[in-house]
């Protein structure tokens, strides 16, 4: 069975294939996807729930996004969420699906309706994206269930941050999982010390990215996260929103195997020497060298000594605590120094 991904082993880290828009709300491309996230050995691939008729009052609104080889597409925003809606049979076959990959399912509910229909396929964790974050009696529908709630920050501060964790707990919800997230090209705004913060305040932080930036996710790593998202799609090139900053298979794979090393780099606080280092000690540190002939009796002076590489016999620390003391035999000049 896969690791569970709500636990708070923060020696592992957690890797969540997003597929909720690069699915397309298609049955078939959803169970390609959640086999490869499977056969990449990830702990989760995270899909959304969308009505678009309870989602939407205004069914004129449109959406622009970029795309690939297209440039700029624009389309009613309606219709976009209506294909990416699933049956309730086709959501037991996608549970099934990551259920036989050892994965998690996670999935974004936006709409009210979505609590019932997902509390009946008994996933591990509730989940709600930035927008929904004031949507206060969709939260505390969710909570009922008692399980953990994976939120994306984005919109609210460390004080609403902290009323929402009160809110759901006191609702029956368990407990928050924090995904560190922010729509901005301004760099400036993007305040990623904040995850620090949370970390010392003893939330569960992950980073969810908005683009294919690798550094922006390396420096979550660095922060402390535990929990990193990205999103995956068959190919960039499939004109539908979200899919120009997706990864593809390959790309995902590199992806994925350089953000495991740079969490694996972390290690632990404590400085100490690699086993290389120790090992490369013996050659590249120095010991004492005789500068000329000494003698049996004789006592042992700091400037009949120099220190060169090999580092194996006295090192200059241990050198010094034998300044004063008797030589016991004759040594000729040009000799390593040994306290034998």
Same mark, same amino acid.
């Given at each position: 069975?896969?690791?569970s991904f709500i636990s708070n082993n923060e020696k592992y880290l957690k890797i969540i294939a997003d597929i909720g828009l690069t699915c397309g709300g298609d049955l078939k491309r959803s169970?390609?996807? =959640?086999?490869i996230a499977g056969n990449l050995g990830l702990d989760a691939v995270k899909f959304q729930m969308i009505n678009a008729e309870e989602l939407l009052g205004d069914k004129n609104v449109t959406y622009t996004y970029p795309t690939l080889f297209d440039g700029d597409v624009t389309e009613n925003m309606y219709e976009m969420f209506l294909r990416l809606e699933f049956t309730d049979d086709d959501w037991v076959l996608i549970k099934e699906r990551c259920d036989s990959n050892s994965l998690d399912l996670i999935v974004t509910a936006h709409v009210e309706s979505a609590v019932d229909r997902l509390n009946k396929l008994n996933l591990s964790?509730? $989940? =709600?994206? @930035?927008? !929904?974050?004031?949507?206060?009696?969709?939260?505390? !529908?969710? *909570?009922?269930?008692?399980?953990p709630l994976i939120i994306d920050t984005g919109t609210i501060n460390l004080e609403q941050l902290i009323d929402l964790e009160k809110f759901y707990k006191k609702n029956g919800g368990g407990d928050l999982i924090v995904l560190f997230d922010f729509h901005t090209k301004n760099k400036t705004e993007i305040n990623f010390l904040a995850i620090k913060k949370l970390i010392s305040l003893g939330f569960h932080v992950?980073? @969810?990215? /908005?683009?294919?930036? #690798? %550094?922006?996710?390396?420096? *979550? &790593?660095?922060? +402390? @996260?535990?929990? &990193?998202? $990205?999103?995956?799609?068959?190919?960039?090139?499939?004109?539908?929103?979200?899919? %120009?900053? *997706?990864?593809e298979p390959d790309e995902f794979k590199e992806w994925q195997k350089n953000i495991t090393e740079c969490f694996s780099a972390l +290690?632990?606080?404590?400085?100490?020497?690699? !086993? /290389?280092?120790?090992? #490369?000690?013996?050659?590249?540190? $120095?010991s004492a060298w005789l500068l000329k002939d000494v003698y049996e009796g004789e006592s042992i002076l700091e400037s009949d000594f120099e220190f060169k590489r090999p580092g194996n016999k006295l090192s200059e620390d241990e050198f010094n605590v034998?300044?004063?003391?008797?030589?016991?035999?004759?040594?000729?000049?040009?000799q390593i120094f040994s306290n034998e």
């Open positions: 069975m896969h690791k169970l390609e996807l =959640i086999d964790s509730n $989940k =709600i994206c @930035t927008w !929904s974050l004031n949507h206060y009696r969709m939260i505390r !529908s969710l *909570a009922k269930n008692g399980k992950g980073y @969810t990215p /908005q683009g294919r930036e #690798d %550094w922006l996710d390396y420096m *979550a &790593i660095g922060l +402390g @996260t535990t929990i &990193i998202e $990205k999103r995956l799609t068959l190919s960039r090139g499939i004109k539908e929103n979200g899919h %120009w900053k *997706a990864l +290690g632990d606080e404590h400085l100490k020497a690699t !086993s /290389q280092d120790i090992e #490369d000690s013996k050659k590249y540190y $120095k034998l300044i004063g003391t008797r030589i016991l035999n004759d040594l000729k000049k040009g």
